[in-house]
């Protein structure tokens, strides 16, 4: 009987895993949460008891779903102190480049916020792993918040669409150097050290240039999306640094461009 209800069922596995791989960010993978999904369908097979009245799909559907989420909250490794201590370096940099006019180095921001230069490391690393999933799926949170409803409607989808065609786009006018590194270490996910290498600078550089990029990508996106102006840093240079970036963004986009990066379901299509 339990070979039966798995044999049955495992196109209600299939069929939830599509849906859910539509809602959560690229970087998630159908396969570790297909095999959470079919292992989650024998146990429920096992636990089966068809004298209480419930169909066995309703049954292991919610068994199932509740392993999906299981998997996400294993994938969502930024913790609460981890964002904690995101918003603390971020607030910190912010205040630094608004005084200088410049970015801070790696120096400057650990003198600010009272930590070693190798503690100030191992910051940035978990920052840059909570930007990760800001950076490809547009929010971040508890497992739950990660799928949404079952279904887009169509003005929903076209927002949606419209979003990651902006993030292409802002990502694509990114100066060269910090282009590269965005690309390269988040799209093509290589080691920093690799970047590092190939732009013949230090890791810790690498780091720096890759928390400048998203910076600046935040400040564009939040300017086309939100239609609002970020506000603008006290030295006259970054402010027209940043003025140039938004205003090649839209000189960039169009509404072809933004609906071209996705299909009609929101997936990303092919270069």
């Known amino acids: 009987m339990i070979e039966t ?11 939830m895993v599509r849906e859910m791989l539509f ?8 396969d570790d949460l297909a ?14 008891d068809p004298t209480r009245g419930i169909p066995f799909g ?17 994938l969502d490794w930024a913790s609460r102190s981890v964002r ?20 801070p180095t790696d120096t400057e921001l650990a003198e600010l916020l009272g930590v070693a230069v190798g503690e100030l490391a191992s910051v940035q690393d978990d920052v840059q792993r909570a930007a990760v999933l800001s950076l490809q799926g547009f929010q971040a949170g508890a497992a739950e918040e990660m799928v949404a409803e079952p279904a887009l409607n169509p003005e929903e989808m076209l927002l949606h669409r419209e979003r990651i065609g902006y993030l292409h786009d802002a990502v694509a006018v990114l100066p ?9 270490s988040y799209l093509r996910e290589r080691p920093l050290a690799e970047v590092a290498a190939a732009l013949e600078v230090t890791e810790s550089r690498v780091s720096q240039l890759r928390t400048e990029a998203l910076a600046l990508l935040k400040d564009g996106l939040t300017t086309h999306l939100d239609q609002q102006q970020s506000a603008p840093a006290k030295d006259g240079c970054v402010a027209r640094r940043r003025a140039l970036y938004t205003a090649k963004i839209a000189a960039r986009t169009t509404m072809a461009s933004r609906l071209g990066a996705t299909d009609v379901q929101g997936l990303a299509v092919a270069a």
């Open 84 to 103: 904690a201590r995101a918003r603390r370096a971020e607030q910190a940099r912010q205040e630094l480049t608004a005084q200088l006019g410049r970015t």
């Open 35 to 48: 095999s959470a999904g079919y292992a989650a369908l024998v146990t429920a097979a096992k636990a089966f």
């Open 58 to 74: 309703k049954f292991a559907a919610m068994r199932v779903r509740g392993a999906l989420l299981d998997e996400l909250r294993g």
């Open 176 to 184: 060269e150097r910090l282009r590269f590194v965005v690309e390269e």
């Open 5 to 15: 209800l798995v044999r049955e069922n495992m196109a209600l596995v299939g069929h």
């Open 23 to 30: 809602k959560v960010p690229p970087h998630v993978h159908r």
